[in-house]
């Protein structure tokens, strides 16, 4: 389904809309009182702005750490739909109490409610996320997770927009009470319409046992190491959002000498680049979860954080008045205006391509009903690593005193770090990083016939043998992770070595020429299809050197006599005379085609007792054009 289709279906639209309603409240009301807190009620409160702002943040984002695992072990035992209901109308009861506490000024109440409000979004949290497999296909939940990712930050533009529109009124505080009141009734009225999608089978039981069912909860995320450091690599994001969103009015203020129309202006500027990069995902996703463009996430984020120190003013008085404050009109005028937003916007569109893969991921690879807990294990290392972030900006701003653009510059650094020990740690990453490059530079692939491979279990794989990137072109065509059969001399080639590695690719080599290495290439084959796995091999033993077939190997019979499992045949063809190929006497050298437009087709499984070394090598000859 197209992504215009995907948002006017009666199964989405109306949870987009319900959770977009949520986060345009949440953000009216922080925005709003932000900017009341930083520029027109300063002295409301008997400390620094900077450690308000900072404690703004921890109140908001504290309940994550506190309540997630509770809120997901009652999100997978409870219907979701109907969960959802009951958390609108909770937050109808706490907008009526912010629009009282804004009506009186009552910036301590106000601070408390920030708090119960992080509270009710904990809450929300798991269900939001869990939900979605339950509305959607799977095909459609890449682009279902860039619906929801753009229309979160949309929303917390238009709420960033208009609490800095509310603020300058001359009654701020009664009409910042009157529409987060009101879209709170709205976000109920449009809850009403989201399809219910019942209990999850074999759920467990909810009982209310915070501190027990966060350890569980935790446990639950070290199962999976790939899933593990995935919640980390969004925690991690969400430990950079923090910092830049939390210190953007006093930036604006100290360092760039800007009012509060140039706060929202920045804040602008990072929603849509967020939703821009969220909805670029699908586009170069297409309908399947591709992790290979989260290494580009990362160092987007890191080129441009460091970038937006660059573009912030050298020198500026640390205290302004406040008539000399910068308009956004003169903000854009000024040397550094556009170099900073256009700096924030791409933080945003890189951070859009880093999370939404991720979130994907977290839904697709973890059990239906264990989903809403992994979400919540999420939600607490996210909670943790904002409330971290929001130590560390007292810590470096406060107490070793350095400048908002140099802590921008720690942050862009310490991206970098982060993002070299998860890709090191889970080289998956880096794999689909190297096959999305491959797939989308040299090669265009093409592909027929994969809807034959079994969706889920064990099967082998057969495929002629042309170039030193058939395995990184096969796997980035199959959705399933695919455990790959190769030479051991190509297996051991410098640098290809470790992605081979990280690919769990078994290595084998003729008998004659290792008995251990070829013992236990079938060891380790017969142990992947047991664990369910797929296992493709290349039965010719070798590349081709003339670009044709060579006779199939009978290890293959060797394999099914040991696991019967189906086999599926599949053909490459286009990549002879390719960079890769040993066409031209050798591989890697410049001569016969740089870009190379691939086909890979598969044919239906064939059943093991009928998948003999002469009848795969046949039917690949069909699939390639052969004539018989």
């Known amino acids: 389904m197209s992504q ?68 997901g072990a009652l999100a997978d035992a409870v219907c979701k739909t109907k969960l ?37 979004s904990a809450f929300f949290g798991p269900v939001k996320y869990a939900i979605l497999p339950q509305l959607l296909t799977d095909k459609e939940l890449l682009a279902g997770n860039a619906w929801v990712e753009m229309g979160t930050f949309v929303a917390i533009l238009l709420g960033t927009i208009t609490g800095g529109l509310l603020v300058g009124l001359a009654d701020a505080p009664l009409w910042v009470g009157v529409v987060v009141l009101l879209f709170s009734v709205l976000g109920y009225l449009v809850s009403r319409r989201i399809p219910a999608v019942g209990e999850v089978h074999n759920a467990d039981k909810f009982r ?29 994001f969400w430990f950079l959002g923090a910092s830049y969103l939390t210190q953007f009015p006093n930036f604006t203020k100290t360092a760039l000498g800007g009012d509060n129309t140039v ?20 586009r170069l996703s297409g309908d399947r979860v591709e992790l290979g463009i989260v290494p580009i996430g990362s160092i987007g984020l890191t080129v441009f954080g460091i970038s937006l120190f660059f573009s912030s003013p050298a020198v500026l008085p640390e205290l302004l008045a406040p008539e000399q ?30 999370i939404v893969p991720l979130y994907a991921l977290l839904q697709q690879r973890a059990e ?48 970098a770090v982060v993002a070299l020990y998860v890709y090191s740690t889970v080289p998956e990453f880096v794999l689909r990083f190297v096959i999305y490059l491959l797939s989308h530079t040299m090669y265009r692939v093409r592909s027929k016939g994969l809807e034959h491979i079994p969706a889920e279990g064990a099967a082998v794989l057969v495929a002629n043998h042309v170039s030193y990137v058939d395995a990184l072109l096969i796997g980035g065509a199959v959705r399933r992770p695919v455990r790959f059969v190769m030479e051991k001399g190509i297996y051991d080639l410098p640098v290809a070595n470790w992605l081979f590695k990280a690919a769990r690719t078994i290595p084998i080599c003729s008998k004659q020429k290792n008995e251990a290495v070829y013992e236990a290439a079938f060891a380790a084959i017969k142990r992947e299809l047991a664990e369910g796995n797929l296992v493709c091999i290349f039965p010719e033993g070798r590349l081709t050197k003339n670009g044709e077939i060579d006779s199939f190997r009978p290890g293959i019979e060797r394999i099914l006599a040991e ?37 890979l087709t598969a044919s239906a499984p064939v059943p093991a007792e009928q998948a003999s070394a002469t009848e795969l090598e046949r039917q690949v000859r069909l699939l390639r054009g052969d004539s018989l």
């Open 563 to 599: 696991t019967p499992v189906p086999v599926v045949p599949m053909a490459l063809q286009g990549l002879w005379g390719s960079f890769f190929s040993h066409h031209g006497n050798g591989a890697f050298k410049f001569k016969g085609r740089f870009w190379s437009k691939i086909m």
């Open 368 to 415: 239906p009903q264990q989903r809403a807990r992994v979400i919540a294990a999420n939600n607490i290392f996210n909670a943790l690593f904002m409330v971290v972030s929001a130590l560390a900006g007292i810590v470096f701003l406060t107490v070793l005193g350095i400048s908002i653009p140099e802590y921008f510059l720690v942050l862009a650094i310490m991206n």
């Open 263 to 282: 706060v929202t202006a920045l804040l602008v500027a990072f929603s849509v680049g967020v939703g821009i990069g969220s909805m670029l995902c699908e």
């Open 84 to 120: 959802i209901r009951a958390l609108k109308l909770l937050e109808i009861g706490l907008m009526l109490l912010a629009a009282v506490a804004f009506y009186f000024q009552q910036y301590l109440m106000l601070l408390g409610l920030l708090f119960l409000m992080g509270s009710q």
């Open 208 to 236: 209310f046992a915070p501190w027990q069912q966060t350890k569980a909860t935790i446990s639950i995320s070290y199962q999976n190491r790939t899933l593990y450091l995935s919640i980390m690599a969004i925690s991690w």
């Open 4 to 71: 215009n289709r995907l948002i006017s279906s009666k199964r989405f639209l109306p949870f987009f809309l319900t959770q977009a309603s949520g986060a345009f409240n949440d953000n009216v009301f922080k925005n709003a009182l932000m900017l009341m807190l930083t520029f027109t009620a300063a002295s409301a409160l008997p400390w620094d702005t900077n450690l308000t702002m900072n404690l703004a943040t921890g109140l908001f984002i504290l309940p994550f750490l506190l309540f997630s695992a509770t809120a």
């Open 325 to 354: 404050l910068l308009s956004l009109p003169q903000f854009l005028a000024s040397a550094f205006g556009w170099w900073v937003l256009i700096d924030l916007t791409l933080i945003g569109v890189f951070g859009g391509l880093f």
